[in-house]
């Protein structure tokens, strides 16, 4: 090779990067950004109820559906499961793989058990002719609710596929912000649930 070929070679460009592709406080800040939307979602679908609520087209009231202590269960059962995924991040902090796949496990249980007791009540109501057709207090009642468990839905897909990754590499540092994306995307859900559980269920059949 000669030196006007090397000298060419030199200046041409080099396309590889020498920093992290995915650094980890972007992929942080741009899943803050979906939060937010999501809080946006939510946030319409609350007022939504909120003006609907009382629109019952002479049809069943909150009080005359609701089975509180049905609900009080459910909730127990995500409020359970964003413990035990606490428990997992502990265990992912240590290092543990095996108990972080464990706790995640556990963690899923918890979200199939809500979702199960959410599709109950559903079909219950559905049943009983209070379909998300009959009012507009259930229209908007079904649409705060049923997004909310598909919400949950994901969550728990993207559980056990983080199952597979830590369990077939382990946790790596993409795993690990994986984890942590999750985390904030299953207490957000948690949060959201509160609401639903105290705006939805609990003025609903008190007021």
Known sequence: MTNATQTEAAKAPQFYLEEEHHPEGSTMLGFWIYLMSDCL????????????????????????????PLVAINTAMLLFSSITYGFAMLQMERNAKMETIFWLGVTAVFGLSFLGLELYEFYHLIQEGAGPTRSAFLSSFFTLVGTHGLHVTFGIIWIVTMMVQVRLHGLIPENRRRLMCLSMFWHFLDVIWIGVFSFVYLIGVIG
């Open 41 to 68: 979602i939510f946030a319409v679908l609350f007022a939504t109820h909120g003006v609907l609520g009382r629109n019952y087209a002479a049809g069943p009231s909150p009080a005359d559906l609701f089975d509180l």
